[in-house]
């Protein structure tokens, strides 16, 4: 297994240019979520999955959209980029809690930074 | 407000004492309780979980207290080890609705050899 990947690794963007960050999962998690880590301010939640076509924001979700098409795809889209955006972002995934097992494995991080 | 607090001060400590970290929350009414354990420049790695239900978890040179009643846990790492310096992160979800974790801002570590 792979894991939780994420794309790109670092990213270069120009205040008001738009683009989506990738994250992918093949352990077949229900649960998907996007942070933000800043320093002092800890990860913030954006926005959250419980399964395929189903989606609700976080603690942070001004500026980002998300969609679940599949179980294993989250996308994150930032329509406008703007300097408070630069961030490392951090994609996550988990079972259920149904299911008990609600361990949520991190992928390596998206370093983002907007001029 | 909601609110999940970690000592953000750097915790020193020498090698082979116990270290102790802390998590403490207001209104929150969790279900479990979750730690983590960051290294520099990577994502987060889980390490326990513990639910509203128990007051102890033990993993190897890990422990885990969690009291509902002060609204804090106690994460301890025993015989400890330069290669435990890390920034440790707790989590939890509150119970009731969707599965949404939210994470504490973290603490550093330092085992000093």
């Known amino acids: 297994n792979a894991g939780v990947t994420q794309t790109p690794k670092f990213q270069v963007l120009k205040t008001g240019q738009s683009m989506t960050l990738q994250c992918a999962q093949d352990?077949?998690?229900?649960?998907m979520s996007w942070y933000r880590q800043d320093p002092g301010m800890g990860l913030r939640l954006i926005h959250y999955?419980?399964?395929?076509?189903?989606?609700d924001q976080g603690e942070v979700p001004n500026g980002y959209n998300v969609s679940r098409s599949t179980t294993e795809d989250f996308p994150l889209r930032l329509l406008s980029a703007a300097p408070s955006q630069t961030s490392v972002y951090f994609c996550?995934?988990?079972?259920?809690?149904?299911?008990?097992?609600?361990?949520?494995?991190f992928g390596p991080g998206t370093r983002l930074l907007v001029l | 407000s909601q609110k999940i607090e970690q000592n953000s001060e750097a915790l020193n400590i020498q090698e082979g004492k116990t270290a102790t970290l802390t998590c403490n929350y207001t209104?929150?009414?969790?279900?479990?309780l979750q730690w983590y354990r960051q290294d520099p420049g990577r994502g987060p790695v889980f390490l326990l979980l513990?639910?509203?239900?128990?007051k102890e978890k033990r993993k190897e040179r890990l422990k885990v207290t969690f009291d509902t009643t002060l609204k804090q846990s106690l994460f301890h790492i025993t015989a400890s080890q330069p290669a435990d310096s890390a920034t440790y992160l707790c989590?939890?979800?509150?119970?009731?609705?969707?599965?949404?974790?939210?994470f504490g801002t973290g603490t550093k570590l330092q085992v000093i050899p």
């Open positions: 996550a995934s988990s079972y259920s809690i149904r299911r008990g097992r609600e361990t949520q494995y």
């Open positions: 352990m077949n998690h229900e649960y």
């Open positions: 999955s419980v399964g395929a076509g189903i989606t």
């Open positions: 209104n929150y009414s969790p279900a479990y």
């Open positions: 513990i639910r509203e239900n128990e």
């Open positions: 989590a939890l979800m509150n119970s009731g609705g969707y599965q949404k974790v939210t």
